[in-house]
């Protein structure tokens, strides 16, 4: 099992940078590949970001590209989603998910991760 716990999510102005946070316990970290999620409102849950156990290769939606960048420090079990330029449309409840077979690599469905964090809330208005 892992357990995943998000932080530092939060209101900002457009424009803002924020740092989300996840630690995770219970397994072997530096085996995982990580994911960030987020869900809207009515909305479903689209993926945003994606690493794998190595950190050497990632992955952003298109939608975040050049804003979001994803990193994870294996010694300290987090990995970690730090936002810029905050928009509006980044409003969501963030998610971090981990998936247990390394060897997949990252993946877009939220379908193929195996534990998921509880999340934190990111509110973007002016």
């Excluded at 939060?10 to 424009?15: E, S, V």
């Excluded at 993926?47 to 975040?64: L, R």
């Amino acid at each position: 099992q892992v357990q995943l716990v998000e932080s530092g999510g939060g209101l900002g102005l457009p424009g803002d940078s924020l740092r989300l946070s996840c630690a995770a316990s219970g397994r072997t970290f530096s085996g995982l590949t990580m994911g960030w999620f987020r869900q809207a409102p009515g909305k479903e849950r689209d993926f945003v970001a994606g690493i794998t156990w190595s950190g050497v290769t990632t992955y952003s939606a298109d939608s975040v590209k050049g804003r979001f960048t994803i990193s994870r420090d294996n010694a300290k079990n987090m990995v970690y989603l730090q936002v810029n330029r905050l928009k509006p449309e980044d409003t969501a409840v963030y998610y971090c998910a981990a998936k247990r077979n390394p060897l997949v690599g990252v993946t877009i469905a939220p379908g193929d991760y195996d534990y998921w964090g509880q999340g934190t809330q990111v509110t973007v208005s002016s």
